[in-house]
């Protein structure tokens, strides 16, 4: 029996055979077995930057674990791929994902090197890749299909150098990991603090491969600032915190000043007593006090291990969101461009706080939280003090 005559005996028979109550388990089964929406998340498993990976992976396998693997009565299978942190890797699973196992969505991408490998496949293809975790401002400007629920630089550097100014800060060396976000933070943290007549005295530009402080913060020290600005990416922070302690800052009356990558809280227990103090700015804290973080925070801890969530895992948590969110908006239909259209202007209440995406850039708006680092109990963890509501990317609202 072919299947053509199957099928067309299947719908003869079905109102029969529905109204006997006989049908229904059978069909369904097969129209869900067929009708599965599969999502490929490209991540670095391993590597320099597999912290970015784990949490990423650990918070959409939570998602899905809370909100059911079925959306507008289609199935949800993620497929998670290892790149190692390698942009040609990520490139051909990429391509895999799509062109084999024929994946709907796109999402992950640890660093920024991985998510531009991906950009040009993701337009040839009209298959939205969304970037959970990349920052580089320029991101979602290299394809169409690309959507962003992580952040960018510029957006939690402007805040740091305005707060800065507020408190007396003037003298700034800046000092950054020497590549796209790193120069997004050193640039308009730059801009915006001699603007408001600070003067930064140095940049420096430390190299993302195994990188070594040393030399850069004796620079720092050499030209005494009131404070200096880092950014390094998720996974590096303690390995700066160790050398600038050893090198006696902590005791040397220059503050140290960063975007919230440098205190990441999956690192800061590691860190330890000599990140107190710290003010930074971010879009996420662990210990961001809302019901739906509470929630989210201990959900988390349970199925992993007692691992703290970091600003990862929660642009991981929230790619899921926007995948489900727009789904249901399509009623299930998993075009791309029907896909994207449902993702722009979407707004939903994320564990950071509220979150919408930018109908014209495709980046997410959110607040940015200045915080600083303090005990809690036994823990340490970024304290939120002042909130600045609804931040667009600064460097697409300049272009306008
Ligand atoms: C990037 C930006 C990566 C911020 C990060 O951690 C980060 C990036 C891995 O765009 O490469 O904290």
Do not use: C
Not at 49 to 69: D, M, P, Y
Not at 143 to 153: A, D, G, H, M
């Amino acid at each position: 029996m072919s299947n053509h005559t199957f099928s067309k005996r299947v719908w003869l028979a079905a109102p029969v055979l529905a109204g006997l109550g006989l049908l229904a388990p059978q069909l369904s089964q097969t129209v869900m077995a067929q009708e599965t929406v599969k999502i490929g998340m490209i991540l670095p498993m391993t590597g320099p930057s597999s912290s970015t990976g784990r949490q990423q992976e650990a918070a959409a396998k939570l998602f899905i674990q809370q909100n059911g693997a079925t959306v507008a009565g289609k199935k949800i299978e993620l497929i998670v791929k290892d790149d190692t942190g390698a942009p040609d890797v990520t490139k051909r699973l990429a391509q895999e994902l799509i062109v084999n196992d024929k994946v709907s969505v796109l999402l992950g991408f640890g660093l920024t090197p991985l998510a531009l490998s991906v950009a040009p496949l993701a337009t040839q293809a009209k298959v939205p890749q969304i970037v959970t975790a990349a920052a580089t401002a320029m991101i979602t400007e290299q394809s169409p299909f690309i959507v962003r629920t992580s952040f960018t630089l510029p957006q939690a550097s402007v805040p740091m150098a305005e707060w800065s100014l507020k408190n007396n800060i003037k003298k700034v060396v800046t000092l950054v990991t020497d590549y796209g976000p790193g120069l997004d933070a050193e640039k308009w943290f730059s801009d915006t603090i001699t603007k408001g007549g600070g003067t930064v005295v140095e940049n420096l530009r430390v190299p993302l491969r195994n990188p070594d402080f040393a030399p850069f913060l004796q620079r720092v020290k050499d030209a005494s600032p009131d404070a200096v600005f880092v950014f390094v990416p998720s996974g590096f922070g303690a390995a700066f915190m160790k050398q600038f302690v050893e090198r006696g800052f902590d005791k040397a009356g220059i503050k140290l000043i960063a975007t919230g990558d440098v205190t990441d809280d999956d690192l800061l227990q590691e860190i330890g007593d000599p990140a107190l103090g710290v003010v930074n700015t971010h879009h996420y804290s662990a210990s961001h006090n809302s019901p739906e973080n509470k929630a989210f925070v201990e959900a988390f801890r349970k199925a992993n291990n007692n691992m703290r969530p970091n600003f990862m895992a929660v642009g991981a948590y929230d790619g899921m969101q926007l995948i489900y969110k727009a789904l249901d908006k399509t009623k299930g239909n998993t075009d791309g461009e029907a896909l994207i259209a449902a993702m722009k202007g979407m707004s939903w209440t994320s564990v950071r706080g509220p979150v919408s995406i930018d109908p014209d850039t495709r980046d997410i708006v959110q607040n940015i939280y200045v915080r600083k680092v303090e005990k809690v109990g036994t823990e340490l963890y970024n304290q939120e003090f002042a909130t600045i509501e609804a931040v667009k990317d600064p460097f697409k609202a300049a272009k306008k």
